[in-house]
């Protein structure tokens, strides 16, 4: 059942090969929150419609599974950028604009909300230094994961060391793009042409924003996979904005992928 005391993140086995380190993550997905209707289940977003005092309840308890206190999960309030949070501690006031957050410090779990873009999970093990990025096609497109990789470094990471991972996001199957959108991409690389397919719409294409994200994490000197899981599809596991659009519902929950270290 989706709302049921039981979360039930998903783990990546390249990101579990950290936990020797001390570094735990999950991607969470609509499993084990209390949220209802459109947002059933495990809906974290604090920007959506959601009754607040159930969203709070559903961060509590990633928080908890976490290990950490709710006030020191930490979430940006994201704007498709290519900008990079250092977190030292709770955050003051209201969340920072930005789409990417570092930290090195223990007892604080740091995550990205997502609804079909691609929530990144960064963990440099020997040097204890962790990240979460939130990269739609905007943010990858601009440089937020390369961001993350050297704001890591900043604290102490090699990025010949870090680990990456792209948690669920929307699938090429699922995300139809429109012939600028293409031209946005080819005009900056020629080489783009290659994650772009016929679409049966007339002069659209289906964009493969899974395999953009992890080559520019390849490129960028990081071991990098995909859990491979679509956000569009399985409905019955994860929140997805587009659905939503193609359905004209009114608003739609978000889920979250978040990394610590352990103290």
Not at 105 to 116: K, L, N, T
Not at 133 to 155: C, D, Q, R, S
């Amino acid at each position: 059942m989706l709302n049921d005391s039981k979360l039930d993140p998903i783990r990546s086995n390249l990101l579990a090969s950290a936990e020797a380190s001390g570094i735990r993550h999950g991607y969470f997905t609509r499993i084990g929150g209390v949220s209802q209707g459109i947002y059933e289940g495990l809906n974290i977003g604090t920007g959506s419609d959601d009754d607040q005092s159930l969203v709070t309840e559903n961060r509590r308890r990633v928080a908890e599974w976490m290990g950490v206190a709710p006030d020191r999960l930490l979430t940006a309030y994201q704007i498709h950028s290519p900008d990079v949070i250092v977190a030292t501690g709770p955050f003051a006031g209201d969340r920072p604009k930005a789409d990417a957050i570092v930290t090195n410090r223990p007892g604080i779990a740091v995550g990205a909300s997502s609804a079909d873009c691609g929530p990144v999970l960064f963990a440099d093990p020997e040097a204890r230094v962790v990240g979460a990025a939130h990269a739609g096609w905007k943010g990858a497109f601009m440089g937020v994961l390369e961001n993350t990789i050297v704001a890591m470094e900043g604290l102490g990471a090699r990025r010949e060391r870090i680990l990456a991972v792209l948690g669920p996001a929307i699938s090429a199957a699922s995300y139809e793009v429109g012939p600028e959108f293409v031209e946005r991409f080819i005009e900056a690389d020629d080489a783009n042409a290659r994650y772009f397919a016929p679409s049966e719409t007339a002069g659209h294409s289906m964009f493969d924003l899974n395999l953009y994200t992890v080559d520019r994490l390849k490129r960028a000197g990081v071991s990098a996979e995909m859990l491979g899981l679509c956000t569009y599809r399985d409905e019955d596991l994860f929140y997805s904005y587009r659905r939503t659009t193609h359905r004209k519902e009114a608003d739609y929950g978000r889920q979250i992928s978040a990394i610590a270290l352990e103290d």
